[in-house]
């Protein structure tokens, strides 16, 4: 997930979704993936408070989300980020078969303009070959997992 300025997808020479200020989310789907999931992380995105509470008066640092101040995000799928190494080529064994991904990534969207805006989520293209830009701003970018739910549960259960 990166705080950007802005941030477009291009496919075959078309821009297919472009934002203004908001998030870039860079979305990896691992076989091990479920509903439940998909659905901590569509929230996830819309809550997680990456912004400052007021830009431009120095406002609290880290206080408000897209949500709070109505901004976009871009949904682009990437395979890729579930990559192993063996050697010096990539495996993506741990990548969601193709048509579960494709179905999970589109209810993930769904969920998001259904909770949210529907016109300020927008998306790549599942499974095409896309150019990506966008401008960081800060830069900030945090990586978000579906284990770590479950990983924090665990540790805190643990710990009683």
């Known amino acids: 997930v990166q705080r950007v300025s802005r941030a477009a997808v291009v496919v075959d020479g078309a821009t297919v979704g472009e934002i203004g200020r908001g998030i870039c989310v860079l979305l990896g789907i691992c076989q091990s993936d479920t509903a439940q999931d998909a659905d901590w992380m569509s929230k996830k995105l819309l809550n997680l408070r990456l912004f400052d509470e007021n830009d431009e008066q120095g406002g609290k640092r880290w206080m408000k989300s897209v949500r709070d101040l109505g901004l976009e995000v871009l949904v682009v799928s990437q395979f890729t980020l579930h990559a192993t ?39 790549g293209v599942f499974g095409a070959m896309m150019e990506v830009s966008s401008t960081n ?16 549960q665990q540790t805190d259960e643990a710990a009683t």
């Open 137 to 152: 701003c800060g830069p900030v970018t945090i990586s978000l997992d579906t284990r770590e739910p479950k990983t924090a």
């Open 85 to 123: 190494l063996k050697g010096n080529k990539p495996d993506f064994r741990r990548a969601m078969a193709t048509d579960q991904a494709e179905k999970m990534y589109a209810d993930i969207l769904e969920s998001m303009r259904r909770d949210y805006q529907e016109d300020k989520i927008k998306a």
